[in-house]
């Protein structure tokens, strides 16, 4: 051993205590005929005392940010106490000391406030892992890992590894594939996730599965995807919704309880999809604020108790909302006083092209109980005050309307409402919710190929009153324009999301265990019977054998991480992230290989001409 | 849930109450108007007792083996209790019973001694993970791996992930590789292993670091290997030799108390390299029997106390011991009343192709005193007590003797020692010993290029007292032909193996954590510095900004939960292995993949001719 102690551990009560250390110098602070130290380990810093005599030795061999060296010393009390640090009673004064690595100046500052950029970090990122919120970071990422091992432990799950060299079965996402070497002409595929092992596994009685793994895409990479992300992955055996839902809240409970202190103890709220979609406008909704989404063309069925303000429906004569094909809007709490500078940038935000809306309607609900709005020629003051009754708009509240097409203008009053959420301070980095969505829609509807695609998966399984509409329907759509009046757009899945502050950390269904339904599920998704076999034959054939009812879930592991440490960014949570061109520009990977390789692979290089 | 309790729940003071259990089933006895069924789960066996009613229905919607059914019953004393499993003294006298899922009749039967060959039970592996042989393998996988988590943890260190698309960096093994869509013509490797990584994070002051992680080789598969294996992965700082050494008995010992119940309390014993080639023939000795090898042309520095016996040297006289450059013995014990039938076939035996001796000589040191050799005619009895004496053979024994070139014979004789071990029944399954091989050359000569490889691999430090024959001599051989006179060839490596039973479980070494040596090592390896840069860099890079002594280890994870389950195949303790094409038959895979696949990945198949 190169130390006695860490550089966090010492305190008062070593005082003349001989010591050996060894870590970074993190600082050197030359007073006249002594210098000061500070080196620091992964557990803390220390501060070193050099005097008089060492010093001049520092002259022959000097020391440097980032050197590495081991020191030899008497713990003493400082005068000087820095209450910030854990060992900020004591400093070492330093006997003998020895280099054990010299550094050259590293490219940026290794602080919080770092001067590099982060192409310069990536490229470093040994340097930038050094950084105490990186550090941070990782160590939070292993406390998340150790709470789920742990709960999932006492909760008789079993971590059984699935192999990474599988079978290429491209359903959603491309894989990544690699070619074998000993059967020519042929490729493994990377896993997108363990989902059809984890499903054998039930059939051969594991019961509770988990295991916490590396998983693979080959898509365009959005701003904060990874080609390899780590999930959570869980199934059980013999388990309803309900079951699963208990199971994994009480994993998120336990998270939150190990890792961030906090007991979350209140019930975890459960929204349809549908419900999710009316009141929120997506379907991961972010329900640490209020301000719901009202829609002022609501069709009869939704939200019948608000009806009374607009029994009539919307009011004519504003032209703007008559064509529409939705009028939607949020109440804000208390930003009646926006000026019109105010409203004039809210406008620009909603027309930037992100967002995509032609303008912005506004009500601004005066303290006084008067109405102002920016479409006053067209409405009078009680039909204003009906649209505010419907939002359930408050004296002070302003109230902001979108109009347009329905996809566009939902998915605008969504972000809209998340924007104020944000400037209002109602989405605050330290508070957290849970929210479990559920009844998804088992099919959507590919206008492409006139077909249906599997909203989650092909292993998921219709809600069991739906099961029958499938087995007794053709999935053939006769009429392309008729699609939503097919049986089969109204089945729901027996699938769920779990959503934390407005991001879905985990996913899942209870899954089709009968051989004949899931025929009909590859059939309905346009599957030959060729297809399917040659694809999940060996799926198939398992449900031959005694397959029980089982579902599962997985957490996205690196976001959960993200979120539980503030921060928006999932490669602040990755030791080694990849940059968005998929590279690693520390290793510089991917990179060409050798012709040897090639020829031995069996393959050449076909470049785009 | 489908279930109030599992079917290993169950007990005496459960009598009267009310159950639901849902599995398998095991067995059908019908017996008159009554019908016993075994329902199987993860967990354990219940009887279930059909009685008159019932048993009509199951006429009419029978059940079968394998099965999934829920039934709902009254716990009941058994009249015919079972003391050999735990639910044995209760059944249940079911109430009401659904057929969750039928079984088609499983292609061979899902029991300890099952009717099914290999290939079969690959094939329908997901019944094969049925049968409790391979469910206990599997959970004591999750037992080793949940033992050495919690090791690990306790002591400081962190489980953090490094990346699986990586860089090529071929040295010993072939890497398999991933095309990379997004930059065309270039390829992502799968990691052979952590290494870089896990010595970047020490650099980046990380200290201790694990992995339980998938590594993946392109190896042309002997018996028992598979292209991805699983490796516990560990990593510290500021730590010597034997600090690793003795953290890592530390966990071994714990996995044997967690694990096998087994108080590992024995001093771990060290043995160099070259002693363990002297006195076992090989370097993964097993010690858990005696027998060692007897050089009779030992040269002088080795053995000194035993060479009374033969001072003068081998006798003259027997061309075969003359002419040989090795003669070795062992001597085993109780076995000189060998028939003639018994040593013709241990003659056999040494000339199979695999062993590949051209004879067998042996000495029966009778209970009498008198000695009784194959080669009597040309040595005298007093020269036949002198080899048995320098053997330490005791009156009862037999000498076995081989004689050849030196590498075959020394491997024979240490396949002979394993192979009598085996036949005396010493080679207890239940019974473990550990050993440290320590002090391994840092290199080996390659007499087709000329050059040396690493032995272990090129980041493994030379021991710190031949760190200065390193880098003051070239590593040019000049005389290929007097190569063992090269300074390196007796570097010394600080690296180390742990050996288990006879194989190889582990195997680390201090790292070279200096720029300048680890660029001579990479030279002494005739790599260019282009090409040392190209592969390189980046850890080259990282040693320039304070690295620090650090060192590791890596324990074959698959290998040490076979020994530990008492079995030579690592396969059987993994969930879904493959064979030895490389193949899983059960998926099917590797296969071939769509044109668009490979359009997109700028790669064409290039068949071999």
Known sequence: MYRTHTCGVLRIQDVQTEVTLAGWVQTIRKFGAITFVDLRDRYGITQLLFGEELNHRLEQQPLGREFVVQIRGTV????????????GEIEIQVLNYTVLNSSAVPPFTIQDDTDGGDDLRMKYRYLDLRRNMVKHNLELRYAVNRSARNYLHENGFMDIETPFLIKSTPEGARDFVVPSRMNAGQFYALPQSPQTFKQLLMVSGYDRYYQIVKCFRDEDLRADRQPEFTQIDCEMSFVEQEDILRMFEGLIRRIFKDVKAIDYTDPVEKISWENAMWRYGNDKPDIRFGMPVVNYKFPPHVFPAKQGALSHGLPG????????????????????????????????????????MSGLAFIKCNPDGTFKSSFDKFYSETQLKDLATAAEAKAGDLILILAGREERTRKAISELRLEMGKRLGLRKEYEFKLLWVVDFPLFEYDPGENRWIARHHPFTSPKPSDISIMINNSPVIDHPEKYLEHPYANIKANAYDMVLNGNEIGGGSIRIFQRGLQEKMFAAL???????????????????????PHGGIAFGFDRLCAILGGSESIRDFIAFPKNNSGRDVMLDAPATIDDQQLEELHIRINLPG
């Not at 003493?76 to 060992?87: G, Q």
């Not at 060729?530 to 694809?535: G, I, P």
């Open 76 to 87: 003493l009390e400082r005068s000087n106490k820095n209450p910030n640090i854990p060992t």
């Open 317 to 356: 004569g504003f032209k703007v909302f008559e064509e529409a094909e939705t009028v939607v809007a949020i109440s804000v709490p208390r930003c009646s006083d926006y000026s019109r500078k105010q409203t004039d940038e809210l406008t620009e935000w909603v027309k930037r092209p992100q967002i995509g």
């Open 526 to 548: 346009g599957m030959s019977r060729e297809e399917a076999l040659h694809k999940f034959g060996f799926l198939l054939g398992a449900f031959e054998y005694g397959a029980p």
